[in-house]
């Protein structure tokens, strides 16, 4: 996702490839000289941190602080090392409200989910929820137990989305999502 303001950018996940995040970044020039100010993580697999590097240095990276430690412990291995500049630098434990240029985003952690530490990126004028990997269409959805996810805290986080005045919910592995598909995820 990315949220074009007035003055800076803001992008919600980093995609898995440094390739694929240099793509991001061009077609963002094409659309505005805005800076690339921040990085918001929905939560720390792979094929949502491991692109950091194709961004500039000295960002904004924001993420729930589990996503940080599952990140540190990812970043051990020696072909991820490069990524370790790009841990996120602010981390929050509850929820938190950003303004980027006129536009509110919410930060919102609703407890252990996918991970221990999902976040969704909430747009309540624009009525859209980036929610990561908490919604899974015609798949079974995805726990990570060793990061700290349960299948009763992704009902709830579910339920809570549902509360949210959204319309739209993009998801990282599927067309836009409404209220009903969501509701479908609990039947």
């Known amino acids: 996702g990315v949220i074009i303001g007035r003055k800076e950018v803001m992008v919600i996940d980093a995609k898995m490839t440094e390739e694929s995040s240099q793509a991001l970044m061009a077609e963002i020039e094409k659309l505005t000289p805005n800076p690339l100010k921040y990085v918001v ?3 720390s697999d792979g094929d949502h941190v491991n692109g950091l590097s194709g961004f500039p240095k000295g960002l904004s990276i924001l993420a729930h602080e589990s996503t940080r430690k599952d990140m540190e412990e990812a970043f051990k ?3 991820l090392s490069a990524l370790v500049p790009y841990l996120p630098n602010e981390t929050l434990a509850g929820d938190r409200v950003l303004n980027i240029d006129g536009v509110q985003v919410n930060l919102l952690h609703f407890g252990p989910a996918h991970t221990s530490g999902d976040l969704v990126v ?3 004028e624009q009525k859209i929820a980036f929610v990561g990997d908490l919604a899974f ?3 079974d959805p995805l726990i990570h137990r060793r990061k700290g996810g349960t299948s009763f805290g992704l009902a709830r986080t579910l339920k809570k989305m ?3 005045d959204a319309d739209t919910f993009i998801s990282g592995h599927s067309d836009p999502l409404t209220k009903a598909d969501i509701q479908g995820l609990l039947t």
């Open 77 to 79: 291995d020696p072909k």
């Open 41 to 43: 993580l929905t939560h």
């Open 137 to 139: 269409i015609d798949r």
């Open 122 to 124: 909430y747009l309540p």
């Open 162 to 164: 549902l509360a949210l």
